[in-house]
């Protein structure tokens, strides 16, 4: 089953990804375009786990397929796993540019963390009843919970969710030995190890809904009444479960999860009933062009982001600067206020992948892992 709307859903939600991946500052964004510091969600918090849960979606419906067309489940975790392997191999070749500096080599990563929740959900998935699928998202969210608040952090003290502190820093130290991101000083990463471990229920969500969507006695109102009714009950049990264990992205709390989970099954829902339901198409080529090369618009605009960065390109009063500061600095701040002018750059960069996409598009070349 191919759906337009989940094309458009991943298109919509790359196009954000690299759109707030790549400001003209880190220091001056709008904060609906920022992550939030620590608590809280903003806009810019729901792009990852809309991901994770179209991935969720897109194993349902493709292996569903296969599976009725005769593929064997030995097959489809070969090419798995080769999978999973490749987009784990592309995330750290983005960790190494531009200086593939492999003594200093960061592990973990957006595409990294993709890999291994699609790998997860791929085998249970394959190899899980439906029920016993339910029971892993809820052991999974529960379990983290507990680990989270309740157990003790190895030479440091009582649980807590600081940011060095917490049981998942402690842990990501332990088996990263500080192989992990400069954004968390070298103490914590926020596409660690253990905070994978409840994202990959972010998926799963997205496999519940790929099931529903494959119910052939179940109405197409009745499925989209069903995605309305998850979709908020979530929403409100994220936001509930928050008052107990807050809503932090970089730890991926279990709050978090429900309530990303949440919209993300409502904005789902709607595109499904917009787009497959009532055939509605103006427009939306741009996003179906990123969503059918979703994982190659990714990557080209992690190379360009790394070497727009460099200042090995362009000499300016004496000294080196990168083609990102000059844009910024000299031309786009020239014309637009700081917030404006690195929301501009953002536009103008996620504007440059898309030309190569829109080729691609055009001439039918769809990259598949």
């Not at 030995?74 to 392997?85: E, P, S």
């Not at 998942?168 to 968390?184: K, M, N, P, T, V």
């Not at 090995?312 to 700081?338: A, H």
């Amino acid at each position: 089953m191919r759906l337009t709307s989940l094309d458009f859903f991943r298109g919509v939600t790359v196009t954000a990804m690299i759109m707030v991946n790549d400001p003209g500052s880190w220091q001056i964004k709008y904060y609906q375009l920022s992550h939030a510091t620590w608590e809280g969600c903003t806009i810019t918090d729901l792009i990852f786990p809309f991901f994770l849960f179209i991935v969720g979606v897109s194993i349902a419906l493709a292996f569903g397929k296969a599976l009725t067309k005769g593929a064997t489940k030995k097959l489809l975790l070969r090419k798995t796993i080769k999978r999973a392997c490749i987009i784990f191999s592309l995330g750290l070749f983005l960790n190494l540019l531009p200086n593939f500096n492999f003594n200093e080599i960061r592990i973990p990563g957006v595409l990294q963390r993709i890999a291994l929740v699609y790998l997860f959900c791929s085998i249970l998935f394959l190899y899980a009843s439906k029920k016993s699928q339910l029971i892993w998202f809820g052991g999974l969210l529960i379990g983290y919970y507990i680990m989270m608040m309740y157990v003790p952090v190895p030479g440091i003290g009582p649980s807590n969710l600081d940011p060095i502190t917490n049981f998942s820093a402690w842990f990501d130290r332990l088996i990263l030995e500080g192989y992990i991101g400069s954004h968390g000083q070298g103490q914590y990463d926020s596409t660690g190890i253990f905070t994978t471990i409840p994202a990959i229920a972010s998926g799963l969500m997205g496999v519940f809904i790929g099931h529903l969507l494959e119910r052939k006695n179940i109405e197409i109102e009745v499925k989209l009444i069903w995605m309305f009714i998850i979709g908020c009950t979530f929403l409100m049990l994220g936001w509930a479960f928050s008052y107990e264990f807050p809503m932090i992205k970089r730890l991926w709390t279990s709050s978090y999860v429900l309530f990303t989970s949440g919209i993300a099954v409502i904005c789902f829902a709607a595109s499904y009933w917009f787009l497959d339901v009532q055939k509605y198409q103006k427009g939306i080529k741009p996003f179906i062009a990123f969503g059918t090369n979703a994982l190659t618009a990714y990557f080209v605009a992690g190379i360009f982001g790394k070497l727009l960065t460099s200042n090995q390109f362009i000499s300016f009063n004496g000294g080196k600067i990168s083609p990102k500061e000059w844009l910024f600095n000299d031309v786009l701040t020239s014309v637009f206020n700081p917030y404006n002018a690195s929301f501009a750059y953002s536009i103008l960069n996620t504007l440059l992948i898309f030309i190569l996409i829109w080729y691609m598009y055009k001439k039918k070349v769809f990259i598949k892992v």
